[in-house]
């Protein structure tokens, strides 16, 4: 069964600290996603990676960068948190990018205090 | 649970009804749709998805609907049950030169026993 494991369910960070997210994907999948999901707003696209080392920013990559140095793990990286960046963090991965399934994690809910 | 959206249109049906939640996308020249579910506390998981070639599709209890000319496409579910309860996402891929889906900001489907 197709698994993406986001590392933690809960983080509370204080503003100005750097924060790191966690995403692994056990289905070899070749490209990742991370979208961020607010009342009302739906899911944003921030950042996604179609290959190790690649990185194509989404709709709202400020204040945000990403990592990919394993295929089946891609990291999202808030340089320095801020309160505007309190929100659900979902990761994804997809066998194909235009077409076909995203598989989510259960997300990764971030205050920033 | 986690509180998925607090300002989403919500459809209230009873349960054994026949439920439709509508989706208006936004770029005509979009090729790719799919529906997803977000149960509280999880991440969306993937109902059913169509091409633009296609006019309709039918999964198990559930079928997509798609009419180009005016941008709109359905997720129909038979017999509703009270575990369809949950929020609802459609998302088209917005062929921009861009890998990646776009999502709809969500119905939220209520389920009266």
């Known amino acids: 069964d197709v698994k993406v494991t986001q590392s933690s369910r809960y983080l509370v960070k204080r503003t100005g600290e750097k924060v790191f997210l966690e995403c692994v994907q056990d289905m070899d999948h070749e490209n990742m996603f991370w979208y961020r999901q607010d009342p009302g707003l739906g899911l944003r696209l921030i950042y996604f990676s179609y290959d190790v080392k690649m990185k194509e920013k989404g709709d709202i990559p400020e204040g945000y960068s990403v990592s990919r140095e394993k295929k089946e793990r891609f990291s999202l990286i808030l340089e320095s948190a801020s309160t505007n960046q309190t929100s659900m963090y979902l990761c994804a991965s997809s066998l194909r990018p235009r077409t076909g399934p995203l598989h989510f994690g259960n997300g990764t809910r971030l205050t920033v205090t | 649970g986690e509180s998925v959206g607090l300002h989403l249109p919500t459809l209230s049906v009873q349960e054994g009804d026949n439920s439709i939640i509508n989706c208006a996308y936004s770029?005509?020249?979009?090729?790719?749709f799919i529906w997803y579910k977000q149960e509280s506390g999880k991440g969306p998981q993937f109902i059913i998805d169509i091409r633009s070639n296609m006019d309709k599709r039918q999964g198990q209890r559930v079928t997509v609907l798609l009419n180009k000319t005016v941008k709109h496409l359905s997720l129909q579910i038979a017999a509703t049950q009270p575990g369809d309860s949950a929020v609802y996402f459609c998302a088209e891929n917005k062929w921009t030169g861009r890998r990646a889906l776009t999502f709809g900001s969500g119905t939220r489907l209520q389920v009266q026993p």
């Open positions: 770029n005509s020249a979009s090729d790719y």
